[in-house]
């Protein structure tokens, strides 16, 4: 039933006349998809768009383009590549690239301070503060959640993600 629902999830986030969707359009439908099932428990005081930000290297290419002008939520979806941490405070969604895992410490306590959902597929993030981890299990990726790192951040994961996550800690 978890992967039947996983499937359509990814299905939802756009058309792909693909039969086999790569890692990170299968990352990307994913992160659409979080945004959908987690809300802000401050929403921002504007309450309008929600910044999809990627700090250090970019590895979904210009898949995540696709997101951008996106609703999710009643808000507009819009991307941002910002050059350091400290650039990063209007981000409520924050994909941390893999290089960038020495810094994770700083990042996740910035994340928080900021409510902030933070994404990566450093191995251990969610160990590390992090709040959704990818996992890839043989050719499927998966999902981490740290549910105590979410609502440290002010964040709500809705119990329908939760329940598809290969892991949840509480």
């Not at 921002?44 to 002008?69: R, T, W, Y």
Request: with cysteine; net charge negative.
């Amino acid at each position: 039933m978890k992967f039947l629902i996983a499937l359509l999830l990814c299905a939802l986030v756009g058309a792909s006349n693909a039969s086999v969707r790569s890692e990170y359009e299968v990352k990307a439908a994913f992160l659409y998809n979080f945004t959908r099932f987690i809300t802000w428990t401050e929403p921002q005081a504007d309450g309008s768009d929600l910044e999809i930000c990627v700090l250090g290297q970019d590895p979904f290419g210009d898949l995540l383009e696709q997101l951008d002008g996106r609703v999710s939520q009643g808000r507009t979806l819009g991307l941002a590549y910002p050059a350091s941490l400290s650039d990063s405070e209007n981000c409520q969604i924050l994909f941390v690239g893999s290089a960038k895992s020495r810094d994770l410490p700083a990042i996740t306590d910035y994340a928080t301070k900021h409510q902030m959902l933070t994404i990566s597929e450093i191995p251990g993030f969610v160990e590390g503060g992090g709040v959704i981890g990818y996992v890839k299990e043989g050719n499927v990726i998966r999902f981490e959640i740290n549910l105590k790192a979410a609502q440290s951040a002010g964040l709500h994961v809705n119990s329908r993600l939760l329940e598809l996550a290969v892991r949840v800690i509480r």
